[in-house]
Nanobody, 122 residues
Framework: QVQLVESGGGLVQAGGSLRLSCVVS????????MAWFRQAPGKDREFVSSTDFGGTITYYDNSVKGRFTISRDNLKNTLYLQMDALKPGDTARYFC???????????????WGQGTQVTVSS
C-alpha cells in the first residue's frame, strides 16, 4: 500500500521557519509529480506548491511565493517544503500528495498523506 508520511510541523513564531518532509513508500516516486496542500480550521483545503517528477518545474500559490520553496530528493523518495518568513495566516494542516501532473487541482492527485500541523503564533 502506498504511504505518504509528512513530518516537520510544529509551533513557530511569526517570522520563523520550518521545513516539512514527506517520505513516500511503495510508489515509484521519481515518476510522480508532487504537491503540498494545506487546510486551515473551518476552511477548504488549498493548493500551496507543486513540482514535476524531476523537481525542475515548480509552482506556488501567490500567498507563499517568495517565502516557501518546494524541492525533492528522488534518491530518498522525499519531498520537502522549506517555509520561511512564516505568518499566522500560514497556520494549517499541511498535506503532501502524489499525482501525474503538477497541477493545483486536488482531484488530479492520486495519493495523499495524513498531514502535519503547522501553527504560527503572532
Amino acid at each position: 500500500q502506498v504511504q505518504l508520511v509528512e513530518s516537520g510541523g510544529g509551533l513557530v513564531q511569526a517570522g520563523g521557519s520550518l521545513r516539512l518532509s514527506c517520505v513516500v513508500s511503495r510508489l515509484s516516486f521519481g515518476q510522480y509529480a508532487m504537491a503540498w496542500f494545506r487546510q486551515a480550521p473551518g476552511k477548504d483545503r488549498e493548493f500551496v506548491s507543486s513540482t514535476d517528477f524531476g523537481g525542475t518545474i515548480t509552482y506556488y500559490d501567490n500567498s507563499v511565493k517568495g517565502r516557501f520553496t518546494i524541492s525533492r530528493d528522488n534518491l530518498k523518495n522525499t519531498l520537502y517544503l522549506q517555509m520561511d518568513a512564516l505568518k499566522p495566516g500560514d497556520t494549517a494542516r499541511y498535506f503532501c500528495a502524489a499525482g501525474t501532473v503538477p497541477t493545483r487541482t486536488q482531484t488530479e492527485y492520486l495519493f495523499w498523506g495524513q498531514g502535519t500541523q503547522v501553527t504560527v503564533s503572532s
